[in-house]
């Protein structure tokens, strides 16, 4: 639980790619990956009416530019989120919210959306698939 609590400060995600030493950001296609990711989970988002009611701006732009930074920054890619945001502290930041069970499977469905529109080897996909998963159930913080 410790690579959650401190998402986005740690040591860069390193990983072996064709003989090379590179970050997951650089090996999935780097900011335009993320970015296609990031995008169609907000479509899911905006559509969706236990979610979007949860989101305090109307703009939901400013929330998908910080969502995709924290990511970039996650898996290695420049620090742009900490540079605007400070620390991460993303259960503390989700606090004001009531983030349920349920709450957590529709957000996880619009992620999953999010995965298949960039279409990933097996591996990679696992990989940021049950980081999403395990950050998603740490977020969760009431049952109701
Ligand atoms: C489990 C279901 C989740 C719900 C319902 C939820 C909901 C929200 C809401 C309502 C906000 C405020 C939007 C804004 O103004 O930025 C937010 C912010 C944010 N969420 Fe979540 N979230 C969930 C899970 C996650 C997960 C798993 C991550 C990371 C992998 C994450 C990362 C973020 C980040 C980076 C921000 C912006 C923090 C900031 O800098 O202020 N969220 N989330």
Redesign the pocket.
Known sequence: MSRVLHAGVGPPEWTRHNGTVTTFYEEIGGFETFRRIVAKFYEGVAEDAV?RP????EDLGP?EE??LH?LIQYWGGPTTYSER?GH?R?RM??AP?A?TPE??EH?LRHFRAGLDEVQLTPEQDQRFWDY?NH??QF??NTLE
């Open positions: 979610l949860m989101y305090p701006e929330a910080r969502f924290f945001r991460p993303l930041r989700h919210f983030v709450a957590k957000w999403v950050a998603a977020m969760v």
